[in-house]
């Protein structure tokens, strides 16, 4: 596996599931994001993680947890969510030095019902 | 805080031809990075071309280029010889100085290009 990979690319749960996204990068970086992406809306960033310590949380209901447990994995567990939830998530890494960029896993499409 | 506003919604070109897509971005720092991101189908973002603001000389990528104009705070990319892969989602980012080690970009609403055979 190479860049960034997401699992599961789709997933389909009721309002009082619980699950988890998945982000693993392989490309030696030390920052991982999560974005949300929903429909005629610009690309929302909810968690930034460097070096496995939580450094931005923009006011993401708790309905949703991330969990960074080493540099190369990132997760997202879901519970009690809601339909307007419903959107593509997107993982990102970065290497933490000012040139670099960020690069961005496939994403995972949620569909909560 | 920083905005950044792509007035197009939707843009459409002949295969071949050229194409400009516009970017706007607000903001009271100085250092900064600006990126073109392409969305395809297949949904994984790619960078496309980046832009240091402390660097007069626009960014060139292949048949991509990109008209930075610092005071206007605009950040336009030019499409040449549009191919029919080039079609996708296409969303202009501003990053700002890195803070504890991770960056914060902030996207645009997007882009949609469409290239007619």
């Known amino acids: 596996e190479t860049g960034v990979t997401q699992t599961p690319r789709h997933l389909v749960m009721g309002m009082t599931n619980k699950k988890s996204l998945k982000c693993e990068q392989h490309?030696?970086?030390?920052?991982m994001y999560w974005y949300k992406q929903s429909a005629k809306k610009p690309l929302e960033l909810m968690f930034v993680?460097?070096?496995?310590?939580?450094?931005e949380n923009n006011s993401v209901p708790s309905r949703f947890s991330p969990e960074c447990p080493n540099s190369s994995h990132l997760f997202l567990h879901l519970h009690t969510l809601q339909p307007e939830d419903s959107a593509l998530y997107l993982c990102?890494?970065?290497?933490?030095?000012?040139?670099?960029?960020?690069?961005f896993g496939p994403g995972t499409r949620l569909l909560v019902l | 805080a920083q905005t950044v506003t792509q007035s197009q919604p939707e843009m459409s070109v002949q295969e071949a031809e050229t194409v400009t897509l516009s970017c706007t971005y607000d903001?009271?720092?100085?250092?900064?990075?600006l990126f073109w991101y392409k969305q395809p189908p297949s949904r994984q973002m790619i960078l496309v071309i980046r832009?240091?603001?402390?660097?007069?000389q626009n960014a060139t990528e292949n048949r991509f280029s990109v008209n930075f104009q610092k005071a206007a705070k605009s950040f336009s990319l030019k499409i040449s010889d549009s191919q029919l892969g080039d079609a996708a989602m296409y969303f202009c980012?501003?990053?700002?100085?890195?803070?504890?080690?991770?960056?914060?970009?902030?996207f645009g609403q997007g882009t949609r290009l469409t290239i007619n055979p």
């Open positions: 832009q240091e603001a402390y660097k007069q």
């Open positions: 993680y460097s070096l496995e310590e939580r450094v």
């Open positions: 490309l030696g970086h030390n920052a």
């Open positions: 903001t009271s720092e100085s250092d900064y990075y």
């Open positions: 980012a501003y990053r700002s100085p890195i803070i504890q080690g991770a960056q914060k970009l902030v």
């Open positions: 990102a890494s970065s290497q933490e030095t000012a040139a670099r960029t960020q690069y």
